[in-house]
């Protein structure tokens, strides 16, 4: 009997360990550590921020989950791995294992920037968006300039605009609007690049919201300090706010970088398998995975890792896991890094299809590339969380049905046979 241990129970690592679980029945064992007691439906978490949901709707219980499913359950916060002796250590125990998954996310640069978190606010985990909400009321109660953005490095745009939008609909909603000058920073080089050179028709749409709502941008926005009620760039402009939210840049958990996994950030190089060059019975998924980035920014500007690139990766993972340890009699494959994502504007939406996000080689297209504008684009996010809620609590990961949907209605699969992919062979990996 194998034992494949699973790292963090996220997007990514709570659909690995159901697809682990449902792979390798009851002959291997399948252990899921998280340091949180509940899984959390990160994309939700802007909507907390401003109040349109509550936290306790996104989250589900691990212990529960785990009972439920099969899943051996452990909680705390992984310290380091030996990748020599295969053994993974937390604060009070030791886990041995054959395969290890690792699906950590991200931890939040703020040190990087004097002031960020401090006197602005994120949304990006689940203590954030409630204390985001807790300030927002009180800055509905004297609103003045609100300033939504992005930090020097971030990667992940599309909360950003969510919350610019979703924040312009709130104070429209309550009559306030026309006391709120609203300013959107970005280090992009232009509204709607995304940190992937942009997507078709995506850029249009976005200006087109951004005028008809009476919003100023500033791009290639290098933020070199938050301070009280006021931000400050590097061209010597000075932004005050009543109330801000920016999101920061983003690197791989520290315990990846003190067992010496990562690159110079912390991320994970993996083989296309999603296989460690190293030791090939380390996985990765999700956020803590390196990307080759596409191209370089004025202003430094990361890669997107959606909750769809995330849970194919939750696939090709757990299948070519399965794969090793003969329990499946099939080729190794990768994730297509195909995606659909839904922002919810509140009055309206934007869904992005890229397919793939990331094309192979430098100059190649993408397959699918277009954003469509809509009323249902909020519904289908709403009703989207819904279904990934009710997924967990059934121990499903990405079921046949919509699969087939997504093929069906975006022309998007989720994994393919090895071949050439954007995974870097191999990278340095850090030295302490
Ligand atoms: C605010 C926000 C909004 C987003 N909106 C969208 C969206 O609309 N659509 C979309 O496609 N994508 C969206 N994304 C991206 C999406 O949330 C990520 O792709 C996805 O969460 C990545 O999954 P993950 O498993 O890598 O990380 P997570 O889902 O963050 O899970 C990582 C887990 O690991 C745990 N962990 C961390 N360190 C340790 C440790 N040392 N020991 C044990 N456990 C640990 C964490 O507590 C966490 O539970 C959004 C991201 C953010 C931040």
Redesign the pocket.
Known sequence: MARVVV???????LPTAYELRHRLGDRHQVIL????DY??F??G??AVALGHNSLERLQLPLETLSRQQGLKWVK???QRVDPEAKKVYLPEQTLDYDYLVI?????LALDLLPGLGVYSHS??TPAHAVAAYRAWQEFLKDPRELVVGAAPGAS?F??AY?FLFLAEHTLRRQGLRDRVKITFITPEPYIGHLGIGGLANSEQLTLDLIAQRGIETITNAEITAIEPNRILLGDGRVLPFGYSMILPSFRG???VRASRLGNEKGFLPLLPTLQHPDYPEIYG????VHLQPLQTTPVPTGL???????EEMAIAASHNIAVALGELAADPVVPTLD?V???DFGDTGIAYIAAPVIPEAQGKHRRLAYAIQGKWVSWV?AAFERYFLLKMRRGLSVPWFEQWGLRLFFGISLVRPLQPTVFPQKQPLIKT
């Open positions: 790292l963090g129970a996220g997007i990514g690592g550590v998280s340091d949180r899984f959390t990160v994309p978490l802007v705390g916060a992984v699906a950590t996310g991200a931890e949304v990006c992940c599309g909360p969510e958990a520290a315990f998924v999700g956020i803590s997107p890792k959606t909750g769809q690139m995330t995606a994502c839904f922002a996010k």
